[in-house]
């Protein structure tokens, strides 16, 4: 299974900005998205996918992350690079 996960920090401007266009983008191309807040309570979980940044746009294939995006992307930008990345995913 394919899906994508956003990862963010509380207070991260970029992060709140990108939430809203990986949703719609998630939604246009019918793949799930899962939002991880980092929280002491995760850590484990941020640590496991190596998350260095915020925000950090994951593709994961059956839990493996496949592709990685760190920053703010325009949505023209993030959409070629999810259409691509998902394309690849699926291929593998």
């Known amino acids: 299974m394919i899906e994508l996960m956003e990862v963010s920090g509380e207070s991260c401007a970029n992060c709140f900005s990108l939430l809203p266009i990986l949703n719609r983008l998630a939604a246009e191309k019918n793949i799930p ?3 991880l807040e980092v ?3 995760n850590l484990g979980e941020v640590r496991k996918y190596e998350i260095d940044r ?5 593709v994961l294939k059956d839990g493996e992350v496949t592709a990685r995006c760190t920053g703010y992307q325009p949505e023209e930008i993030l ?8 394309e690849e995913a699926r291929a593998k």
């Open 33 to 35: 998205l899962r939002h």
């Open 54 to 58: 915020v925000p950090t746009v994951l």
């Open 39 to 41: 929280t002491e309570e």
């Open 79 to 86: 959409s070629l690079w999810l259409d691509a990345k998902i």
